[in-house]
């Protein structure tokens, strides 16, 4: 089993019904609200925990941060906890947390935090300003931007199925397990997910993955990898993070450090090395490094090798397109090694500039078309 994370959407070819060997999801974008096909996936607020939800919603420099989060914080168990009783989910009423994977209504948050707003309190000669009053409008308003923008509808505009008990068990079953009608290899295409959540998408997926290994049952795991495309836009150098950014790093980085002994490995692809979280590089095990120009990059594949071989490196800016430097477990000795061109290709090659300049008009009604698919 092997889950792609696909940034741009360029391994939509390897999807193929006839000549392909994966299957495609993808997360819903702002046209497939309406009309969401088999293949596209929602991941619903109820999914993000506490902290994930807090570092889209919170302002920390409000004076009024604690009691936001503290009102939401009680809200959201209160209204978990409705649901278990509902589903008669007597076992994990005793266990859960406002962690815990439980779907709610946002409708019923925003009404109770609402209350709170505005409820007065009870004097000594009549009604005074209350606890909470005024303490959470800015929160709500946040909160309601946020369930409006359609960007976020995969976030904050899931189905009505989304919302049911056993939904949940049923999607992660499909992205975990491969058989005659299910394909191994899982594309999943974030590219209509806005650069902002990125981030903390990219992360709860992870995570949920992850925590699904963790709590199985260990004689019935089957090993999974997650392949991170494009990793430096989400799995950045820790100290250049901003707190969404940390979100999703700190359910990577305890994927890198525990994932190998629950069957869970990841395969981290990216340009930029040295844009990569430090922590993530430094569990892995084998290192694949095609062509690299830059020094900071160079560099990084150069503190990985013993010092008597760290001349080898010096190849790495000549390198021809498809060739590549292997160092690991996986081989004896660093080698340097030539790479079968795959059969089909993703949508990611460099286009042939001298080529098309010569032969290729620009087409105006292509254009004009663009726009309004932009719009």
């Known amino acids: 089993n092997i889950i792609v994370f696909?940034?741009?959407?360029?391994?939509?070819?390897?999807?193929?019904?006839?000549?392909?060997?994966?299957?495609?999801?993808?997360?819903?974008?702002p046209g497939e609200l309406q009309k969401a096909q088999g293949d596209t996936l929602f991941l619903p607020y109820w999914l993000l925990n506490r902290d994930e939800m807090l570092s889209m919603l919170l302002d920390r420099s409000d004076q009024n941060a604690p009691n936001q989060a503290a009102r939401f914080t009680l809200h959201v168990r209160k209204l978990k906890e409705d649901t278990l009783k509902r589903e008669n989910r007597s076992e994990v009423l005793k266990t859960f947390t406002v962690d815990s994977p439980i779907p709610y209504s946002l409708a019923a948050l925003l009404e109770q935090l609402q209350d709170d707003n505005t409820r007065k309190g009870q004097g000594k000669t009549g009604p005074v300003k209350g606890e909470w009053e005024d303490k959470l409008t800015r929160f709500i308003s946040r909160l309601e931007t946020k369930c409006e923008d359609r960007r976020y509808g995969f976030l904050f505009q899931p189905p009505e199925e989304a919302q049911a008990y056993s939904w949940l068990g049923d999607q992660l079953s499909g992205l975990l397990c491969s058989d005659d009608s299910s394909r191994g290899i899982k594309i999943v295409d974030f590219s209509e997910v806005p650069s902002d959540v990125l981030p903390v998408v990219t992360g709860v997926l992870a995570r949920l993955l992850y925590d699904v290994q963790f709590w199985m049952a260990p004689s019935r795991r089957t090993p999974v990898t997650l392949l991170c495309d494009e990793a430096h836009l989400y799995l950045p150098v820790k100290e250049d993070a901003d707190s969404v950014q940390k979100q999703a790093l700190g359910a990577f980085e305890r994927?890198?450090?525990?994932?190998?002994?629950?069957?869970?490995?990841?395969?981290?692809?990216?340009?930029?090395?040295?844009?990569?979280?430090?922590?993530?590089?430094?569990?892995?095990?084998?290192?694949?490094?095609?062509?690299?120009?830059?020094?900071?990059?160079?560099?990084?594949?150069?503190?990985?090798?013993?010092?008597?071989?760290?001349?080898?490196?010096?190849?790495?800016?000549?390198?021809?397109?498809?060739?590549?430097?292997?160092?690991?477990?996986?081989?004896?000795?660093?080698?340097?090694?030539?790479?079968?061109?795959?059969?089909?290709?993703?949508?990611?090659?460099?286009?042939?500039?001298?080529?098309?300049?010569?032969t290729q008009k620009a087409d105006a009604s292509a254009i004009v078309d663009a726009v309004e698919a932009l719009r």
């Open 6 to 29: 696909d940034m741009h959407g360029e391994y939509a070819p390897l999807c193929d019904s006839k000549n392909g060997f994966a299957k495609k999801y993808k997360i819903a974008g």
């Open 255 to 358: 994927i890198a450090k525990e994932g190998r002994k629950y069957g869970f490995a990841l395969l981290v692809v990216s340009q930029r090395p040295s844009d990569v979280s430090k922590t993530i590089l430094s569990q892995c095990n084998n290192f694949l490094a095609l062509r690299l120009t830059n020094d900071a990059d160079q560099s990084v594949i150069r503190r990985l090798m013993p010092d008597s071989l760290a001349g080898i490196t010096s190849i790495l800016p000549l390198l021809d397109v498809g060739e590549g430097l292997l160092l690991g477990d996986a081989v004896l000795l660093p080698s340097r090694i030539k790479l079968d061109a795959p059969v089909i290709r993703p949508d990611s090659a460099t286009r042939d500039f001298w080529t098309d300049w010569g």
